[in-house]
T-cell receptor, first 114, second 114 residues
Framework: NAGVTQTPKFQVLKTGQSMTLQCAQD?????MSWYRQDPGMGLRLIHY???????DQGEVPNGYNVSRSTTEDFPLRLLSAAPSQTSVYFC?????????????FGPGTRLTVL | AQSVTQPDIHITVSEGASLELRCNYS??????LFWYVQSPGQGLQLLLK??????LVQGIKGFEAEFKRSQSSFNLRKPSVHWSDAAEYFC????????????FGKGTKLSVKP
């Protein structure tokens, strides 16, 4: 199993550009989520999904879109990048109650917005 | 409101010394409890978890944590720190019966002196 994979590892954008961060998992987990990590702030939940076709907002959803068309994939879209979105982004998946909500994390995407 | 507090932002210990990282949570019932470790430039790795039963749980890399219901705490300990333990440590709580969302503390950075 590859676990949770994320692409790209690094990305530099200009203000106003759009892009999609990719996330995939091969553990057949129903639950997937996106976090951003900023110094001194810990991890903050952006969006999450409890299954294909179902998504919901987390703590800091503004400026981000998600969709979940398959169990495996959960892309995060930045519609119009802003410098405030410079961060490290982590995708995670969980088997839910069957695994006591333990989350498995991808390696992260480091995004810089100029 | 649900929250996780890690009171120490940065701790420095000497190699071979003992370590205790503090974690307190605010939640209406006993949640699932986790400790994750993040080495520089890496994703998050699960150290240990508590769901129920014995309040002292053992994890990987020689770490252990003790759940104290009366103090709403889940402190992480290691009897003898190694230089490779230098990393950032995150405590997280996951409510029972949820879709899988975890609430993270802001993290404690551990430095190890030779």
């Amino acid at each position: 199993n590859a676990g949770v994979t994320q692409t790209p590892k690094f990305q530099v954008l200009k203000t106003g550009q759009s892009m999609t961060l990719q996330c995939a998992q091969d553990m057949n987990h129903e639950y997937m989520s996106w976090y951003r990590q900023d110094p001194g702030m810990g991890l903050r939940l952006i969006h999450y999904s409890v299954g294909a076709g179902i998504t919901d907002q987390g703590e800091v959803p503004n400026g981000y879109n998600v969709s979940r068309s398959t169990t495996e994939d959960f892309p995060l879209r930045l519609l119009s990048a802003a410098p405030s979105q410079t961060s490290v982004y982590f995708c995670a998946s969980s088997g839910g109650m069957s695994s006591y909500n333990e989350q498995f994390f991808g390696p992260g995407t480091r995004l810089t917005v100029l | 409101a649900q929250s996780v507090t890690q009171p120490d932002i940065h701790i420095t210990v000497s190699e071979g010394a003992s370590l205790e990282l503090r974690c307190n949570y605010s939640y209406g019932a006993t949640p699932y409890l986790f400790w994750y470790v993040q080495s520089p430039g890496q994703g998050l790795q699960l150290l240990l978890k508590y769901f129920s039963g014995d309040t002292l749980v053992q994890g990987i890399k020689g770490f252990e944590a003790e759940f104290k219901r009366s103090q709403s705490s889940f402190n992480l300990r290691k009897p003898s720190v190694h230089w490779s333990d230098a990393a950032e440590y995150f405590c997280a709580v996951g409510p029972l019966g949820s879709q899988g969302n975890l609430i993270f503390g802001k993290g404690t950075k551990l430095s190890v002196k030779p």
